[in-house]
T-cell receptor, first 114, second 114 residues
Framework: DGGITQSPKYLFRKEGQNVTLSCEQN?????MYWYRQDPGQGLRLIYY???????QKGDIAEGYSVSREKKESFPLTVTSAQKNPTAFYLC?????????????FGPGTRLTVL | AQSVTQLGSHVSVSEGALVLLRCNYS??????LFWYVQYPNQGLQLLLK??????LVKGINGFEAEFKKSETSFHLTKPSAHMSDAAEYFC????????????FGGGTRVLVKP
């Protein structure tokens, strides 16, 4: 089955630690996205990538970093510089270059800072 | 910049009653609009989308939405609510000209009473 996988489902981190969230897709999509979800605020874009080895900052990129070394993988690192990292993180992908194409979402990772 | 406003963060309906979720958008270009549903601790699933053509769009699970350009609205309806409709619903507008990014509304949580 084609889809997007995110791991782990739950992640606990101590303050001052960096953590990396995994996102893998087998949909052969060029574009991938990371969103942060907080209660009552909808989803906010952290980073996105339209092609391998290239990515752009979204609306709330501070304290986060990404890489796109392979088409199917787009890991997100939450660094110690992120002041309030506790949230639900969603990864998505879509076909590039098609105006009306929707994004497909993974099941999410819930990060809690202790 | 584009924006999406969802009126009402929580909506309570009785089983069998009409579900109406409101979405208004602002966009400087012809919009591509989406409704997604999210069940607890899961990713987002596409309900329906408007791109061009017919302004009344039918989606999955009996939902439909009507695009009204003059009102900059894209309200979501379902004639008869079912218990399984209890979830959070997100309206989004696509920046198809810039990496196919999505701008989301704050979400509306639907509670269905028996």
């Amino acid at each position: 089955d084609g889809g997007i996988t995110q791991s782990p489902k739950y992640l606990f981190r101590k303050e001052g630690q960096n953590v990396t969230l995994s996102c893998e897709q087998n949909l052969n999509h060029d574009a991938m996205y990371w969103y942060r979800q907080d209660p009552g605020q909808g989803l906010r874009l952290i980073y996105y990538s339209q092609i391998v080895n290239d990515f752009q900052k979204g609306d709330i990129a501070e304290g986060y970093s990404v890489s796109r070394e392979k088409k199917e993988s787009f890991p997100l690192t939450v660094t110690s510089a992120q002041k309030n990292p506790t949230a639900f993180y969603l990864c998505a992908s879509s076909i590039q270059g098609v105006k009306d194409n929707e994004q497909f979402f993974g099941p999410g990772t819930r990060l809690t800072v202790l | 910049a584009q924006s999406v406003t969802q009126l009402g963060s929580h909506v309570s309906v009785s089983e069998g009653a009409l579900v109406l979720l409101r979405c208004n958008y602002s966009s400087s270009v012809p919009p591509y609009l989406f409704w997604y549903v999210q069940y607890p601790n899961q990713g987002l699933q596409l309900l329906l989308k408007y791109t061009t053509g017919a302004t009344l769009v039918k989606g999955i699970n009996g939902f439909e939405a009507e695009f009204k350009k003059s009102e900059t609205s894209f309200h979501l309806t379902k004639p008869s609510a079912h218990m399984s409709d209890a979830a959070e619903y997100f309206c989004a507008v696509s920046e198809w000209y810039a990496g196919n990014k999505l701008t989301f509304g704050g979400g509306t949580r639907v509670l269905v009473k028996p």
